[in-house]
């Protein structure tokens, strides 16, 4: 890793966060040590472990509240949930059938919620979101670029980081469709970080104000 994260832990070569709630929450490997319980978080698994794993900052800050687009069924996300503890992270997801998973999660952890709604209109999911000082984004979809813009100016976040699918944009090399993309992210500062090794259709980008 980068940096530190909170409530992360690297040992032997193995990513874990501590576990704000209790057990396991989608089969991964739970450690005990004295009171406290420790998650593996898989990189193969979570393209955010990749890319902690591979060296990409996630600079967070003590109580930051981070809205997360396109949680899915609350893998990844749970694992944000251990990372900020005292911060909120209300999930984002349009898909009914991760959803009702991703609310199950969600119930069982004290800083954490599911929205049903669809990330293009953040407008509509804003007065359930409160303050965003964190965005983070993995939607697979056309004009995902468009939509974590969309978020992170209405929501006014110091950051984020956005994993990229490039084939879900155009079928056209990465090196012709990418140049593109970035365009669009112009005012703001933004490093990529590699995580095509697990994860070789995805670009990982932190984007700052
Ligand atoms: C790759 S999966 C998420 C996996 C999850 N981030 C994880 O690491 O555990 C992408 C998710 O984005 C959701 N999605 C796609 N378009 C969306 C949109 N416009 N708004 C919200 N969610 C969307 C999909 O339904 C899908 O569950």
């Not at 501590?18 to 089969?27: D, E, P, T």
């Not at 992170?152 to 090399?173: C, D, Q, T, Y």
């Not at 992210?185 to 995805?202: C, F, G, I, M, Q």
Request: net charge positive; proline share 6%.
């Amino acid at each position: 890793m980068a940096e530190p994260v909170p409530n992360t832990f690297l040992r032997e070569g193995r990513i874990y966060t501590v576990n704000l709630g209790k057990g396991s929450v989608y089969g991964e490997k739970v450690l005990r040590r004295r009171s406290m319980e420790y998650r593996e978080w898989s990189p193969a698994r979570s393209k955010l472990a990749e890319y902690l794993a591979s060296g990409g900052r996630f600079p967070l800050r003590a109580g930051n509240d981070l809205l997360y687009l396109g949680a899915g069924s609350g893998t990844t996300a749970s694992h944000i949930s251990d990372i900020l503890a005292d911060g909120s992270v209300p999930c984002v997801e349009s898909a009914p059938i991760p959803f009702f998973r991703l609310r199950e999660v969600a119930s069982s952890r004290s800083n954490m919620s599911a929205i049903l709604s669809d990330a293009r209109h953040p407008e509509r999911y804003a007065p359930m979101v409160g303050s965003a000082d964190v965005i983070y984004q993995d939607i697979a979809q056309k004009d995902q670029v468009d939509i974590f813009v969309r978020n992170m100016e209405l929501f006014n976040a110091e950051w984020g980081v956005i994993m990229l699918k490039v084939r879900s944009i155009s079928h056209l090399p990465p090196s012709e469709v990418v140049p593109g993309e970035l365009r669009k992210l112009e005012a703001y500062s933004v490093n990529e970080t590699d995580v095509s090794r697990r994860h070789p259709d995805h670009r990982a980008y932190l984007v700052r104000r």
